[in-house]
């Protein structure tokens, strides 16, 4: 479990995340789950700003879903918590937006049930105490070479190196 202690550690896991993310020529799915409150949209917006996106980024719990391009890389943030249905999700077709250098965060993966694109890497956020924790699972080839990637970040090697 990684200790999130307030949001600037959020933010700078967020970072992390984005340092790390792999040069693919394919693309990435992140989900991103925990209940209201715990971190995942802080994580996302960190992610996505140094990843480049300068755009104010918020939770898009109304629109759903927003959509950003950096230099050759479609980032797009896709929150669930809304959605009744994957009926809902499949609307959004969101299997259809994922190309090519695409990186597609999904907060509230759960609420869209299987037409929610499956995790190369999957984030439970919770609380701890007056703080956050998170907890990296879910790990497909491009999600491993994304954590070997986040190992390397000294502050996060010890807990990187426990998730095998």
């Known amino acids: 479990m990684l200790n999130l202690p307030d949001s600037t550690a959020t ?4 970072r992390a995340l984005a ?17 209201l409150g715990s971190g995942k949209t802080t994580c996302a917006r960190s992610l996505l700003q140094a990843l480049g996106v300068t755009a104010t980024v ?13 230099a050759a890389l479609t980032l797009v943030h896709v929150d ?6 994957s009926e809902e ?7 259809d937006l994922i190309g090519p250098d695409c990186l597609m965060l999904i907060e509230w993966p759960e609420k869209g049930g299987i037409a929610v694109p499956r995790p190369d890497l999957s984030i439970q956020f919770s609380y701890a105490g ?4 998170a907890v990296i699972g879910e790990a497909s080839g491009t999600g491993r ?3 070997a990637q986040l190992a390397i970040d000294t502050s996060l090697a010890s807990y990187v190196a426990n998730l095998a």
């Not at 918020?58 to 950096?70: I, Q």
Request: charged letters at 25%; aromatic letters at 12%; glycine letters at 8%.
């Open 80 to 85: 669930l918590y809304r959605v009744q249905s």
């Open 11 to 14: 933010e700078a896991f967020g």
């Open 19 to 35: 340092r790390s993310f792999p040069a693919v020529s394919s693309n990435a799915v992140l989900h991103l789950r925990g209940e």
């Open 89 to 95: 999700v499949e609307e959004l077709g969101l299997r």
């Open 130 to 133: 007056e703080g956050r924790a």
């Open 58 to 70: 918020r939770s898009p719990t109304y629109t759903l879903l927003d959509t950003y391009s950096v």
């Open 145 to 147: 070479e994304w954590l």
